[in-house]
């Protein structure tokens, strides 16, 4: 059974960092096109920063120089490591997989901000 588990979520004030992890699992080890998406009640889910099974990363302007995304291919483990956080970055953020044409998510984790 595929399956994504993300953890890392919390309250942290603003300024402050948090970690996110995202594992993936019931796969072939290899790499594959991993992201990070958030949503808030009553907007869209929106992109924060996705990586392509070759390694090529790309990230929302909203989040550029303050996010980084990293993998870990041995434990099939993307990271978003989130710094400056601000209040809006309050939100779930949800881990995403493409494998063969579907798209897997996992359960979501909820990064509040606020002092």
């Known amino acids: 059974q595929i399956q994504l588990v993300e953890s890392g979520g919390g309250l942290v004030q603003p300024g402050g960092s948090l970690r996110l992890a995202c594992k993936l699992s019931?796969?072939?080890?290899?790499?594959?096109?991993m992201a990070w998406y958030r949503q808030t009640p009553g907007k869209q889910r929106e992109l924060v920063a996705a990586?392509?099974?070759?390694?090529?990363?790309n990230y929302a302007d909203f989040v550029k120089g303050r996010f980084t995304l990293s993998r870990n291919n041995a434990e099939m483990t993307i990271y978003l490591q989130m710094n400056s956080l601000k209040p809006e970055d309050t939100a779930v953020y949800s881990c995403?997989?493409?494998?063969?044409?579907?798209?897997?998510w996992g359960q979501g984790t909820l990064v509040t901000v606020s002092s």
């Open positions: 990586i392509t099974a070759p390694g090529d990363g």
């Open positions: 995403n997989a493409k494998l063969w044409g579907m798209d897997y």
């Open positions: 019931g796969v072939r080890s290899g790499q594959y096109d």
